[in-house]
């Protein structure tokens, strides 16, 4: 079956959106929704975020059809595609190609998922200091292209293997969150009723505590370079999406992997944290045993039973 190599332009009607004046009330309502980057849920639909458009304000940005592809064109999240099956607006951060009849939007989309496909769009970004890829360049861009009938049986397959996967994590999160709360019952009940041979010390007694520190944001970098050290952050415990390094010599508090780092904002309050090692902040607090008196992993186990906190 003969596939066409199509540029993205050639497909239907490229758009990039637009803000109208955020100071005029008018602009905004009920009308229509107003899309922007952090709406694309990982499946690739948008989210109702809440924020919409008065009919004034269509009026000053641009209309964008049903079943359209759209893309992040600017910053970290560059390349990062959705799928509306409804009429929407978008800010100035996202390309949109609402396709012609004989090309089929879901399938589009699937096809700018593919690794070679947001490797080119990050190649065709500007290299400046957040990465861009304008409507023309992103217009050119090329993508392989059955017939019409073609492309909806694909989609339907595709359509069929997100929808497991979906229903995979679901009960993936969901096994999770029992084995949690199975952990937790238990580290409740032996804390809270220890056998009667234990004796109790405060924790001024079994360990110490040390604040972080950090130099001024001036003096973050985004990349690992010679004499940096990441700087270590509560929120680098859950993604090093936004890692940042420091000066070795403007650090002063480190920590190694195995240390008992504490969260000292919320929410949640009192995060029990390990697994990183660097220089951490003023956010964070390493708990340092007496391990004559405790383990260092008998502490990290005991901080974590939450009845501590009432």
């Known amino acids: 079956m003969k596939w066409e190599v199509k540029k993205i332009k050639d497909l239907g009607i490229i758009q990039t959106g637009a803000t109208p004046k955020t100071s005029d009330a008018k602009n905004f309502g009920n009308y229509i929704s107003f899309v922007k980057p952090a709406d694309f849920l990982p499946n690739g639909e948008i989210k109702n975020s809440g924020q919409k458009l008065s009919k004034t304000g269509l009026q000053k940005t641009r209309l964008i059809k049903a079943n359209s592809v759209l893309m992040v064109c600017i910053g970290a999240t560059i390349g990062k595609a959705g799928f509306s ?8 951060q996202i390309n949109s190609l609402t396709p012609e009849r004989n090309y089929d939007a879901k399938f589009i ?91 109790e010390k405060s924790l001024g007694e079994v360990c110490r505590f040390q604040g972080g520190s950090q130099p001024p944001k001036s003096e973050f970098v985004s990349s690992l370079r010679e004499g940096y050290i990441r700087l270590i952050q509560i929120r680098d415990y859950k993604t090093d999406e936004k890692k940042v390094f420091i000066p070795l010599e403007k650090a002063k508090r480190f920590c190694e992997k195995d240390d008992i780092m504490i969260g000292r ?35 990290f186990y005991f901080l974590k039973n939450r009845s501590i906190l009432h």
């Open 85 to 92: 099956a409804l009429d929407i607006t978008t800010n100035q």
């Open 265 to 299: 904002y919320g929410p949640p309050l009192f995060q029990i944290l390990r697994g990183l090692e660097g220089a951490y902040n003023v956010a964070l607090m390493k708990a340092i045993p007496n391990e004559k008196i405790i383990s260092r992993d008998y502490l």
């Open 109 to 199: 989309y699937y096809q700018m998922l593919t690794q070679e496909f947001q490797k080119r769009v990050k190649h065709n970004a500007s290299q400046a200091t957040l990465p861009i890829i304008n409507k023309t360049k992103w217009g050119n861009l090329t993508i392989r292209i059955p017939p019409i009938a073609e492309q909806k049986r694909i989609v339907e397959i595709l359509d069929e293997c997100f929808a497991g996967i979906e229903r995979a994590e679901a009960i993936a999160r969901q096994n999770l969150t029992n084995a949690r709360e199975l952990f937790d019952s238990y580290l409740n009940k032996l804390f809270q009723n220890p056998p009667e041979d234990w004796s």
